[in-house]
């Protein structure tokens, strides 16, 4: 049996995900009968990905977390190795520039996802068996942190920055809540900007989207496009929106709107209350997770699930806020909502993990009693 947190991350999981399917569809009908000829295209994948997503969750729950810790560091090494076979040509399939997924039939499996899993697990048992030394920070939390670097580096060379933005914000918050000091964070910030500085310089394309995002009308049907026809969207849609599939700004005014500008659209059909309701349902989630980690069994799952709910909530915000024109365009996808099976079926695994996490502490109640 779940305990209440438990409970309610599953049924807001389940209702962002059929609200994501159905999103999809109305986001994407007109851009896929465009471009596949069948105005379902997006919408059928979607559905399926989400059926597997969902038996993906259901094994989450019941998998034993003591097996994910035992063979963590194996897995973040297939995850390291899967990034190194992506760089690869004619391994790697490239797509919108970059050369992240591999090529399955007429399916594409990002590599990157499965790492970000990876890595929180592995860095979960890490700090568990490091609890002491995590106050020493060259000696517990650098270790783990060059690790994440080195995933970050090859994610970097596909190039995928989003990815590895949201990878290290959930591994740094795990390490945060640990026993380690927090003025090294602020030097660690100071390197950070630093680097991402250098990293936005370093691309032209990075750096128009840089621009674009502090003013948008200096070209506005080139690296503004996006964020202008994203405003469109959210103006109109008002109290109450325009109503199911009623979004203009998806006839090919935003560019393939299932992705990572799903919100925009779904702003506009659904207005404020709509934003509001949905906004409402990730943020009792993401609080639900937290709780979950405060009230978690042991150590290694306390932290797992500080990391799972992290990944969850910075994908949410930083996403959110592209949308909205507060943050430059990242390619950041919305949990449970923008298309793509690979982000969908791996966040909806470490869903059942973080939710499964609850159902062992009721074990362990009962168990005392």
Same mark, same amino acid.
Not at 130 to 141: A, R, S
Not at 145 to 171: H, N, R
């Given at each position: 049996?779940?305990?209440?947190?438990?409970?309610?991350?599953?049924?807001?999981?389940?209702?962002?995900?059929?609200?994501?399917?159905?999103?999809?569809?109305?986001?994407?009908?007109?851009?896929?009968?465009?471009?596949?000829?069948?105005?379902?295209?997006?919408?059928?994948?979607?559905?399926?990905?989400?059926?597997?997503?969902?038996?993906?969750?259901?094994?989450?729950?019941?998998?034993?977390?003591?097996?994910?810790?035992?063979?963590?560091?194996?897995?973040?090494?297939?995850?390291?190795?899967?990034?190194?076979?992506?760089?690869?040509?004619?391994?790697?399939?490239?797509?919108?520039?970059?050369?992240?997924?591999?090529?399955?039939?007429?399916?594409?499996?990002?590599?990157?996802?499965?790492?970000?899993?990876?890595?929180?697990?592995?860095?979960?048992?890490?700090?568990?068996?490091?609890?002491?030394?995590?106050?020493?920070?060259?000696?517990?939390?650098?270790?783990?942190?060059?690790?994440?670097?080195?995933?970050?580096?090859?994610?970097?060379?596909?190039?995928?920055?989003?990815?590895?933005?949201?990878?290290?914000?959930?591994?740094?918050?795990?390490?945060?809540?640990?026993?380690?000091?927090?003025?090294?964070?602020?030097?660690?910030?100071?390197?950070?900007?630093?680097?991402?500085?250098?990293?936005?310089?370093?691309?032209?394309?990075?750096?128009?989207? %840089?621009?674009?995002?502090?003013?948008?009308?200096?070209?506005?049907?080139?690296?503004?496009?996006?964020?202008?026809?994203?405003?469109?969207?959210?103006?109109?849609?008002?109290?109450?929106?325009?109503?199911?599939?009623?979004?203009?700004?998806?006839?090919?005014?935003?560019?393939?709107?299932?992705?990572?500008?799903?919100?925009?659209?779904?702003?506009?059909?659904?207005?404020?209350?709509?934003?509001?309701?949905?906004?409402?349902?990730?943020?009792?989630?993401?609080?639900?997770?937290?709780?979950?980690?405060?009230?978690?069994?042991?150590?290694?799952?306390?932290?797992?699930?500080?990391?799972?709910?992290?990944?969850?909530?910075?994908?949410? %915000?930083?996403?959110?806020?592209?949308?909205?024109?507060?943050?430059?365009?990242?390619?950041?996808?919305?949990?449970?909502?923008?298309?793509?099976?690979?982000?969908?079926?791996?966040?909806?695994?470490?869903?059942?993990?973080? %939710?499964?996490?609850?159902?062992?502490?009721?074990?362990?109640?009962?168990?005392?009693?």
């Amino acid at each position: 049996m779940l305990k209440k947190n438990g409970k309610k991350v599953l049924y807001c999981v389940l209702l962002l995900t059929i609200i994501g399917v159905y999103e999809v569809y109305s986001a994407s009908n007109v851009w896929a009968l465009y471009k596949e000829g069948d105005s379902l295209y997006y919408f059928k994948r979607q559905f399926c990905f989400a059926i597997v997503g969902i038996i993906a969750m259901f094994i989450g729950i019941k998998i034993k977390r003591e097996t994910l810790f035992k063979y963590s560091k194996y897995i973040l090494y297939l995850g390291l190795i899967l990034l190194v076979l992506v760089l690869i040509p004619g391994l790697g399939l490239v797509r919108g520039g970059s050369r992240s997924w591999f090529g399955v039939g007429s399916f594409a499996i990002q590599p990157s996802e499965f790492f970000k899993a990876a890595i929180i697990i592995y860095s979960a048992n890490y700090l568990d068996k490091n609890y002491k030394n995590t106050k020493i920070f060259h000696k517990g939390i650098l270790p783990i942190l060059l690790t994440t670097f080195i995933g970050f580096a090859l994610i970097m060379l596909q190039p995928d920055l989003g990815s590895g933005v949201v990878m290290i914000g959930a591994i740094i918050i795990m390490s945060i809540v640990s026993r380690a000091s927090f003025k090294n964070y602020l030097k660690l910030a100071i390197l950070g900007v630093c680097a991402f500085a250098f990293l936005i310089i370093s691309e032209p394309y990075r750096m128009n989207r %840089i621009t674009a995002f502090i003013d948008p009308w200096e070209d506005p049907l080139g690296t503004g496009f996006q964020i202008i026809q994203s405003m469109y969207s959210l103006g109109p849609g008002g109290l109450l929106g325009s109503g199911i599939d009623g979004s203009i700004q998806k006839h090919f005014y935003l560019p393939e709107p299932q992705t990572d500008f799903i919100f925009a659209i779904f702003a506009e059909e659904f207005g404020y209350i709509g934003c509001l309701f949905v906004l409402t349902i990730f943020t009792i989630l993401i609080v639900n997770g937290f709780k979950i980690s405060k009230k978690a069994s042991d150590l290694k799952s306390s932290f797992l699930a500080v990391g799972i709910t992290s990944l969850i909530a910075i994908q949410v %915000i930083i996403n959110l806020c592209v949308v909205v024109g507060i943050f430059p365009v990242t390619g950041i996808t919305l949990p449970f909502f923008s298309y793509g099976g690979s982000s969908l079926v791996l966040i909806l695994f470490l869903s059942g993990v973080l %939710i499964g996490i609850d159902k062992k502490e009721k074990k362990d109640e009962d168990i005392s009693n």
